[in-house]
């Protein structure tokens, strides 16, 4: 049974076969249930046109639930954002996955934290000084942007999110999230003498720099140590390069047909738009 699984799994994957997915999750009922799916925000659960969950979304969340199914928010995310996009006022998720997985909660525990080295955050800030680049530095209760141009518009309105406070006091050893709005050289350039950091795009001129062991890897496998889940009993939903890693921590993973080509072919299957059936498709795709 689990030969003839691990076959299908490779149709689904390289050619995309809906039917053959059907099939696939049919048999591997028998085997194993998905006890929790991970939901990226921008562009998986609301997009410029939609930016609130859809009704038709936020009813198959609950028929998820009514299943006993554990559903989580996996996103770069602040908590303040979560607030003012009133994500939580629409379906209240068992837990968070927020800042890449930097700070990952449930209504009773924190999960799992991650900070950003404190030389490293020095390093950053020096390039960013002496380029004088845009940047928002991000602690766990609160986000600042350090000045605010063309670039930082258009990517906050990207995202239907207003613009930080400006403040250029920097807390260089509470930061746990610095996105820089820049171009490629420039990211390249701040990230020149880092150590333990990493970097992932969310937008065209935008970066998300958070720690080298961070990510929504590890926030993924911090919350399958505290559940005591298991890989092939997880399921993920992303369109963005910062999902990547995500998809390849959970069992199933699912692309949403507006992500690119690079990302789509990282999953195991892709869903219809965010703008049309979105996760709907995905969930029942997934025969759940």
């Given at each position: 049974?689990?030969?003839?699984?691990?076959?299908?799994?490779?149709?689904?994957h390289?050619?995309?076969?809906?039917?053959?997915?059907?099939?696939?999750?049919?048999?591997?009922?028998?085997?194993?249930?998905?006890k929790?799916?991970?939901?990226?925000?921008?562009?998986?659960?609301?997009?410029?046109?939609?930016?609130?969950?859809?009704?038709?979304?936020?009813?198959?969340?609950?028929?998820?639930?009514?299943?006993?199914?554990?559903?989580?928010?996996?996103?770069?995310r602040?908590?303040?954002?979560?607030?003012?996009?009133?994500?939580?006022?629409?379906?209240?998720?068992?837990?968070?996955?927020?800042?890449?997985?930097?700070?990952?909660?449930?209504?009773?525990?924190?999960?799992?934290?991650?900070?950003?080295?404190e030389?490293?955050?020095?390093?950053?800030?020096?390039?960013?000084?002496?380029?004088?680049?845009?940047?928002?530095?991000?602690?766990?209760?609160?986000?600042?942007?350090?000045?605010?141009?063309?670039?930082?518009?258009?990517?906050?309105?990207?995202i239907?999110?207003?613009?930080?406070?400006?403040?250029?006091?920097?807390?260089?050893?509470?930061?746990?999230?610095?996105?820089?709005?820049?171009?490629?050289?420039?990211?390249?350039?701040?990230?020149?003498?880092?150590?333990?950091?990493?970097?992932?795009?969310?937008?065209?001129?935008?970066?998300?720099?958070?720690?080298?062991?961070?990510?929504?890897?590890?926030?993924?496998?911090?919350?399958?140590?505290?559940?005591?889940?298991?890989?092939?009993?997880?399921?993920?939903?992303?369109?963005?390069?910062?999902?990547?890693?995500?998809?390849?921590?959970?069992?199933?993973?699912?692309?949403m047909?507006?992500?690119?080509?690079?990302?789509?072919?990282?999953?195991?299957?892709?869903?219809?738009d965010?703008?049309?059936?979105?996760?709907v498709?995905?969930?029942?795709?997934?025969?759940?």
């Amino acid at each position: 049974m689990q030969a003839l699984i691990n076959i299908l799994n490779y149709l689904v994957h390289y050619y995309k076969i809906k039917e053959v997915l059907k099939w696939t999750s049919f048999l591997k009922k028998e085997i194993v249930m998905i006890k929790a799916i991970f939901f990226d925000i921008d562009g998986t659960l609301i997009s410029n046109q939609y930016p609130r969950m859809k009704k038709e979304t936020i009813k198959i969340l609950k028929m998820l639930r009514e299943k006993g199914i554990k559903l989580f928010i996996a996103s770069g995310r602040h908590t303040l954002e979560i607030e003012e996009l009133q994500i939580d006022k629409d379906f209240h998720f068992d837990g968070y996955l927020l800042l890449n997985g930097g700070y990952c909660f449930n209504d009773n525990d924190v999960i799992f934290e991650n900070k950003i080295d404190e030389n490293d955050v020095r390093e950053i800030c020096h390039v960013i000084e002496s380029r004088k680049l845009p940047t928002l530095f991000i602690e766990k209760e609160d986000m600042y942007v350090n000045f605010v141009n063309e670039k930082v518009i258009h990517a906050q309105n990207s995202i239907n999110t207003s613009i930080p406070r400006v403040s250029d006091k920097i807390n260089y050893d509470a930061i746990m999230q610095i996105d820089p709005y820049v171009g490629e050289k420039d990211i390249i350039k701040i990230m020149e003498n880092t150590k333990y950091c990493k970097y992932t795009r969310w937008y065209d001129e935008a970066y998300d720099i958070i720690p080298q062991l961070g990510g929504k890897k590890a926030g993924i496998e911090a919350v399958m140590n505290y559940y005591g889940l298991k890989k092939e009993e997880l399921a993920a939903f992303g369109d963005g390069e910062n999902d990547i890693e995500m998809f390849e921590t959970v069992g199933i993973s699912i692309a949403m047909n507006n992500a690119s080509s690079y990302v789509k072919e990282k999953a195991s299957i892709v869903c219809d738009d965010v703008d049309q059936r979105g996760i709907v498709d995905g969930i029942e795709q997934l025969g759940l």
